[in-house]
T-cell receptor, first 110, second 112 residues
Framework: GQQLNQSPQSMFIQEGEDVSMNCTSS?????WLWYKQDPGEGPVLLIALYKAGELTSNGRLTAQFGITRKDSFLNISASIPSDVGIYFCAGPGAGNQFYFGTGTSLTVIP | NAGVTQTPKFQVLKTGQSMTLQCAQDMNHEYMSWYRQDPGMGLRLIHYSVGAGITDQGEVPNGYNVSRSTTEDFPLRLLSAAPSQTSVYFC???????????FGQGTRLTVV
């Protein structure tokens, strides 16, 4: 299957700090989605990107669709305790299949 | 509006036992899928369906069966549970395969 590698694997930050994470693919994607998983819950969509170079915001979250179409970036500004969770990138691959990244686990220290 | 409902939430099985994880959605979505989540490996696709009567294998299908007799329901069957199937399982549905997926709350399965 297609590989989606996310980095970093985990982050421990102080409340109020900004966060950056990224996702790289072994092949080109036409769509990038970013999901967040709260502890004990299923993932929930945060941001969807549909065009290379696109920059989209959702509150304190900003995501970018890389120009090469093989990567995407997610930034969180002024982190708060409820930002804790696992962040996944995802994209549609070949054969009606959706691929998810390995996840970035975020811990926010009050 | 229930969204995607998975049952059970927790399950412990003995090696060799069989069981069915249930998944139902009330959004009239055509596309449904099952993922397993293991530490450090993200979500991996087990099986998916593009509509009633149509299913296909994902990345890690071995040891699992699915069927889709109605638009609403997409059960996942473990025929003979193995410890390697200890995982958290998520069912998801979406309008189409490349659109936003809505996830259930997950089933935490332990095989001993």
């Amino acid at each position: 299957g297609q590989q989606l590698n996310q980095s970093p694997q985990s982050m421990f930050i102080q409340e109020g700090e900004d966060v950056s994470m990224n996702c790289t693919s072994s092949s080109i994607f036409n769509t990038w989605l970013w999901y967040k998983q709260d502890p004990g819950e299923g993932p929930v969509l945060l941001i969807a990107l549909y065009k290379a170079g696109e920059l989209t915001s959702n509150g304190r979250l900003t995501a970018q669709f890389g120009i090469t179409r093989k990567d995407s970036f997610l930034n969180i500004s002024a982190s708060i305790p409820s930002d804790v969770g696992i962040y996944f990138c995802a994209g549609p691959g070949a054969g009606n299949q959706f691929y998810f990244g390995t996840g970035t686990s975020l811990t926010v220290i009050p | 509006n229930a969204g995607v409902t998975q049952t059970p939430k927790f399950q412990v099985l003995k090696t060799g036992q069989s069981m069915t994880l249930q998944c139902a959605q009330d959004m009239n979505h055509e596309y449904m899928s099952w993922y397993r989540q293991d530490p450090g490996m993200g979500l991996r696709l087990i099986h998916y369906s593009v509509g009633a009567g149509i299913t296909d294998q994902g990345e890690v299908p071995n040891g699992y069966n699915v069927s889709r007799s109605t638009t609403e329901d997409f059960p996942l069957r473990l025929l003979s549970a193995a410890p390697s199937q200890t995982s958290v399982y998520f069912c998801a549905s979406s309008y189409w395969w490349n659109t936003e997926a809505f996830f259930g709350q997950g089933t935490r399965l332990t095989v001993v």
